[in-house]
């Protein structure tokens, strides 16, 4: 399996992360500043493009089968094929939420804190940038490296899921938005709740591949279920590149 130099990969999964640190950034500042929906959906699609190219690797789905069906190589691409079929699926699911929310609240949006948002959206990107340093380490047989970077990546899952669920709803509660407070609150516990189960079940996803990784079942050739679960992280990443602007920056206060 040919692999790009570790130093090069490193530096270039930096690279993406410091451009989507900024694009974060200036979607947060024009939607502070301005009324630009296309502009803040632009954006979203450029980060999103960023981490599905790079950190999920999708170019990899074009990589030719190079041994028997039985070969590892063969069974790998197969599962590659089958993981984003089934993020596909899901992603309905997502998408379903996000037209309920376009067609219920136009242009409005709940009364959310925009720094808390702004802050768990930081530490959800910050876990991809890990994730991936993780993913590469185990590439290139760097074992303490895996297990660093995806301790790091569980550690910012968990800190997420406590902002999200933790701080923020609470806070919307007492703001009076609950799930049956309107169509607000409605679609405001749909997007975050289903988000959040994602999440659950990917620090879970984590929890295991770091225990079969301090067990040395991973190698620099045979990694498969680290691949899977960085891809399925970096899709929760890129559902929350789009309700991120969808629940806290585009739309007038309700």
Do not use: C
């Amino acid at each position: 399996m040919e692999h790009t130099d570790k130093k090069t990969a490193f530096n270039q999964g930096l690279i993406i992360f410091i451009f989507l640190a900024v694009l974060t950034a200036l979607e947060f500042f024009i939607a502070i500043v301005m009324d630009a929906v296309v502009l803040l959906i632009f954006i979203a699609l450029i980060k999103a493009g960023l981490v599905i190219y790079y950190y999920m690797h999708i170019n990899r789905l074009n990589r030719e089968d190079d041994g028997p069906e039985e070969s590892y190589s063969f069974k790998t691409n197969t599962n590659r094929l089958g993981m984003w079929l089934f993020l596909l699926s899901d992603s309905f699911i997502f998408g379903g939420l996000m037209v309920a929310r376009i067609n219920l609240l136009g242009l409005t949006r709940p009364h959310l804190d925009q720094s808390l948002g702004l802050v768990v959206t930081a530490v959800l990107l910050i876990s991809s940038f890990f994730m991936n340093r993780a993913e590469t380490a185990m590439e290139h047989g760097d074992r303490k490296g895996f297990l660093v970077g995806t301790s790091l990546t569980l550690i910012l899952g968990i800190v997420f899921l406590l902002g999200v669920v933790g701080i923020e709803w609470p806070q919307a509660i007492h703001e009076g938005i609950t799930a049956s407070s309107g169509a607000a609150g409605a679609i405001f516990f749909m997007m975050t709740g289903m988000h959040a189960f994602h999440v659950l079940t990917g620090v879970i996803f984590l929890v295991i591949i770091l225990r079969n990784g301090a067990r040395g079942l991973y190698n620099e050739e045979k990694h498969w279920a680290v691949e899977a679960a960085t891809i399925y992280w970096h899709f929760i990443d890129v559902v929350w590149i789009f309700f991120y602007p969808a629940l806290y920056l585009i739309g007038e206060l309700l």
